[in-house]
């Protein structure tokens, strides 16, 4: 356990980001007055979460490593970091979807429905609690390892050798 300490560190520090970005969301009113910019403006919160994985991999390879990291522990580092964060994603969507913005699924209904992009039935069956924790089971881990695996090349630093 001691082993995967700073990956259980930067993985809680991802899981609060993620909740303090929705939480910013909700009262710039991206989940209610200004809804049709939410689709745009939640992209962003990529910036934070890949400079969460630099600074968690740069971490491992200072704090663990000694100052030398192969893209291999990297990668290892970030998709661990990874597997962590989407056990606790379903429960970040609970809190997200529950607590933090109520009426988001409902606002989202009704503001799909006026844009003519979905009738209500499609809206409704679509943005629900359930489907956003399948996708957010599905969508955590690809983002995570792909990110993991461009990071990887950037924090490495090895000997001449190759170690």
């Not at 909740?19 to 745009?40: A, N, S, T, V």
């Not at 006026?114 to 499609?122: F, I, K, N, Q, W």
């Not at 996708?135 to 630093?157: D, E, H, N, W």
């Amino acid at each position: 356990m001691k082993k995967f300490i700073i990956e259980i560190k930067w993985a809680l520090i991802f899981v609060a980001m993620m909740l303090l970005w929705m939480l910013l969301e909700r009262l710039f009113g991206l989940h209610d007055r200004y809804i049709e910019y939410h689709p745009l403006v939640t992209n962003f919160v990529a910036i934070p979460a890949i400079l969460i994985y630099v600074l968690a991999l740069l971490d491992k390879r200072h704090n663990y490593y000694h100052g030398q990291m192969s893209y291999l522990q990297g990668f290892v580092s970030g998709v661990i970091i990874t597997v962590i964060v989407t056990i606790l994603s379903p429960l970040t969507q609970i809190i997200t979807s529950l607590i933090i913005t109520p009426d988001y699924f409902r606002n989202v209904i009704e503001y799909t429905i006026s844009t003519g992009a979905m009738s209500r039935v499609e809206a409704e069956e679509y943005f629900t609690l359930n489907n956003y924790l399948v996708q957010t089971i599905l969508f955590t881990p690809a983002m995570g390892i792909f990110t993991s695996s461009i990071v990887a090349i950037f924090t490495r630093r090895t000997n001449a050798d190759g170690l």
